[in-house]
């Protein structure tokens, strides 16, 4: 994970900006990655996310609904995971699950999101996503990891909120991270970066290791984002008393 030394100077600069305009590396709501259609006057919303399938979402004054499934990882899928599963990592490939979700992006529309996990968490995972939905709690993009070739730092630099990634714990080569047995979750790594001293990673991210902040995305102890994990037993890195992994979850504490 490449680490970058913030600038006090060019932090409070950059977060006075990202607070004024809310759109301080907005990669998953741009144009480029996203289109929303026209919609005639009293029909449903409709988006689209990476060719995905369109989410339809409530016209005004019917509120959205949450959709989720836990489904197998399908031929295609396994195929698709050439980046972040391979012989030797510390799960089976069939002990894995995509759980997929209806989340709020930064623009207020429902978008489609996807995230893989252990097959016996699955359920809970979905649980998880289905309280932040009805909070309305914003998440960037939700992809899995090999959209970014299983490169960690491309997935948080992208915002990208995502799960399962065959690698090592960062800065300790030969031990195996919780993502590469299916137990963790990163969610909106800009706005919840990773922090050691002076060191925040991604890259851009150096304003939100304020966490007197209280933008959009951004996750804080008590908030409904910790409790919903909680309430499945996962605990939050940004706890952590040597480090602090603001957007981590997990299920075994690591």
């Known amino acids: 994970m490449p680490i970058r030394t913030r600038s006090p100077l060019s932090a409070v600069a950059t977060a006075v900006l990202c607070l004024t305009f809310a759109a301080c590396a907005r990669v998953a709501d741009a144009p480029s990655t996203r289109t929303v259609l026209p919609v005639p006057p009293g029909a449903l919303a409709v988006s689209t996310w990476h060719g995905g399938a369109p989410v339809a979402q409530a016209s005004p004054g019917s509120p959205p609904r949450f959709h989720g499934a836990v489904r197998p990882i399908d031929a295609a899928t ?9 012989p030797g990592c510390p799960v089976p490939i069939d002990d894995l699950r995509i759980v997929e979700v209806e989340r709020f992006g930064f623009d207020g529309r429902v978008h489609h999101g996807e995230v893989i996990v252990r097959r016996d968490l699955a359920a809970g995972v979905r649980r998880v996503f289905r ?12 992809e899995p990891i090999d959209a970014f070739h299983g490169d960690d730092a491309r997935a948080m630099a992208a915002d990208d909120t995502s799960g399962f990634n065959c690698r090592w714990v960062t800065g300790h ?14 969610v909106n790594p800009l706005e919840n970066p990773y922090v050691t001293g002076n060191a925040v990673a991604p890259r851009g991210a150096e304003p939100f290791a304020d966490r007197s902040l209280n933008a ?19 605990s ?17 504490g690591r």
Do not use: C, K
Not at 78 to 86: G, H, L, P, T, V
């Open 216 to 234: 959009p995305g951004m996750i804080h102890a008590g908030d409904v984002v910790v409790r919903a994990f909680a309430a499945i037993g996962w």
């Open 236 to 252: 939050w890195g940004g706890s952590w008393s040597t480090v602090r992994d603001y957007q981590h979850f997990s299920a075994n």
């Open 78 to 86: 396994r195929a698709s995971m050439r980046w972040s599963w391979r």
């Open 131 to 142: 309280t932040l939905f009805e909070a309305r709690f914003p998440i960037a993009r939700m």
């Open 173 to 186: 080569p030969g031990v195996w991270s919780a993502h590469a047995f299916g137990l963790a979750i990163d």
